[in-house]
């Protein structure tokens, strides 16, 4: 009935202007639209009225030789028509009652419809209409428990609720509150990635003055799509509007209570993707697009074939996760190679093992440099199938063990535990071996830098004494002049006192 009176009002101003050229004019347009202000219109219909009523005027303005009208409508009459049409309409009404009403449209050939079959929510059929809203109409909910902690804390230091633009800067972590130090908190920036790329999946749950009982995260990341120089003009207008679902006038508050329980209490019992699963996805893609190169890609070229990479898997324009997940598979693929052709076990045992232990690998690929994980695996064979053999019987418990193996690699002892730990059947027994490996490698560390101090100090005053003095001034930086000034009273502080116990009969001596 809202679209119709839209009409009703566009038809209105079309007839006031047919009796402007002439009352006989505005007679036949006011018995053409007659049935479009008395019945329901589809847009097809309403369009092929004013086709009509422009035929008219055109006609009546040929013979009157209104010049001026003629001019106006020739060869325009479609975008006349779309004009009337795509008239802005009025989001919010409000009824005899005062109640307000976020109207939602027919859009693309979608006709405003009840959701068949009535969706069912913690055990009640909820009757709901479904059809579209603008997104820039739908403010997010500033009553949403999600960001109950937020939201007061807002109101203490404020004395006031947060506006819908503060609101949204809230949920993207932009607004500066008190204990909230993680960056994006809510995902709103992946999932805007996600909806870029795929539209909205799941239609938000909209009460019936437009507050999202279901579907604030999704409503908040489309407002972001809209306002970020990140995505393009066909990723933004994917969000322009959002097929909604929406309760009706008859919805009780137990119905709306339920729709609120059973989409933020009751699990969906989705359960995402491993993150080897998407990571070797990414990983064969890209073995995709180097096989149709004609040339191996230089490091500019490659950096362009990630980042549309990376669009492409809703992962940002940043591809620090596509090199990351690249990485990470070059290793479980060596990992699964050794483990199958090598070790002769299971292939599909082994693919399981590399899913369970894939954040692993993110470990072992670190570092290129003499020092890092990777460096150390790479430059002893042997060393890296002894970590791979432990990695298979799970035999290692957390990150840093992984860390740990950069200072064992060129430690025999600590290698020797290792060995014994892979032999020990008892997989607790095995942890302790390994943390015994890595507390022997980082005291071996601690020692050698004990013992290189002598001859660090003998190279850094040699050098001291031999430069000239002319450098403290016109070389060294006063940042680091106040440096060696605050380097030397500590020594000197650490010095003194364990100089001033040794003996009178020593200091004597010496001098």
């Known amino acids: 009935m809202s679209e119709n009176k839209n009409y009703e009002n566009e038809f209105q101003s079309v007839i006031e202007a047919a009796f402007r050229a002439s009352a006989d004019v505005g007679e036949e347009v006011n018995q053409i639209l007659k049935e479009g202000r008395d019945h329901p219109l589809t847009p097809e ?13 055109k006609t009546s303005a040929a013979i009157r030789e209104d010049e001026k009208t003629i001019g106006a409508l020739q060869g325009n009459v479609e975008e006349v028509v779309q004009r009337i049409l795509q008239a802005e309409r009025p989001s919010v009404v409000y009824s005899n009652n005062g109640a307000k009403k976020l109207q939602i449209l027919a859009r693309n050939g979608i006709d405003v419809a009840p959701v068949q079959p009535r969706p069912c929510f913690h055990g009640r059929d909820v009757p709901m209409m479904s059809g579209f809203v603008k997104t820039t109409d739908i403010n997010l909910w500033d009553k949403n428990e999600r960001l109950d902690i937020h939201l007061n804390q807002f109101q203490h230091k404020f004395g006031r609720k947060p506006t819908p633009m503060e609101l949204l800067d809230i949920m993207l972590s932009k607004l500066e509150l008190a204990g909230v130090s993680e960056t994006d908190q809510f995902e709103i920036v992946d999932l805007a990635r996600s909806i870029a790329v795929n539209g909205v999946q799941k239609p938000p749950i909209l009460a019936l003055d437009g507050t999202p009982l279901d579907g604030n995260r999704r409503i908040a990341a489309c407002h972001y799509i809209l306002n970020s120089e990140e995505f393009d003009a066909a990723q933004k207008q994917r969000v322009e509007y959002l097929f909604v679902w929406q309760l009706t006038e008859h919805t009780t508050a137990d119905e709306r209570d339920a729709v609120v329980v059973a989409l933020n209490f009751e699990s969906d019992c989705k359960q995402p993707w491993p993150e080897y699963v998407k990571a070797r996805k990414v990983y064969d893609e890209w073995q995709s697009i180097l096989s149709v190169q004609p040339t191996t890609p230089g490091p500019k070229k490659q950096a362009q074939l990630k980042r549309a990479l990376s669009m492409k898997f809703a992962l940002g324009p940043d591809t620090a ?11 479980a ?7 199958i052709n090598t ?4 292939e599909y045992t082994v693919k399981h093992r590399a899913d369970k232990e894939f954040q692993y690998f993110d470990e072992l690929s670190k570092g290129t440099k003499p020092g890092s994980v990777a ?6 064979e042997a060393f890296k199938h002894l970590t791979f053999d432990l990695l298979f019987e799970d035999k290692f418990k957390n990150w ?17 535990i290792l ?8 997989v ?4 302790e071996f390994v943390d015994q490996a890595c507390s022997t490698a980082h005291l071996k560390k601690a020692e050698n830098r004990s013992v290189g101090a002598n001859t660090r100090i003998e190279v850094f005053v040699k050098w001291l004494e031999e430069l000239p003095i002319s450098a403290f001034r016109d070389v060294i930086s006063k940042q680091n002049l106040r440096r060696i000034v605050s380097a030397f009273k500590l020594a000197e502080q650490q010095a003194r006192a364990i100089l001033e116990e040794e003996p009178l009969t020593s200091q004597t001596s010496e001098s």
């Open 333 to 339: 693929i060596d990992f699964e190679d050794h483990q």
């Open 375 to 380: 460096y150390s695996l790479t430059q002893d």
């Open 428 to 431: 607790e027994e095995a942890e």
């Open 343 to 346: 070790r002769d076990r299971d």
């Open 45 to 57: 219909e309403a369009a092929e009225l004013l086709r009509k009523v422009i035929n008219v005027l």
């Open 321 to 331: 996760v596509v090199n990351r997940y690249l990485k990470m598979v070059d290793w």
């Open 419 to 426: 060995k014994k730990a892979l032999a020990e059947p008892d």
């Open 400 to 416: 840093k063990q992984i860390r740990a193996l950069r200072y064992i690699y060129d430690n025999d002892e600590a290698r020797d």
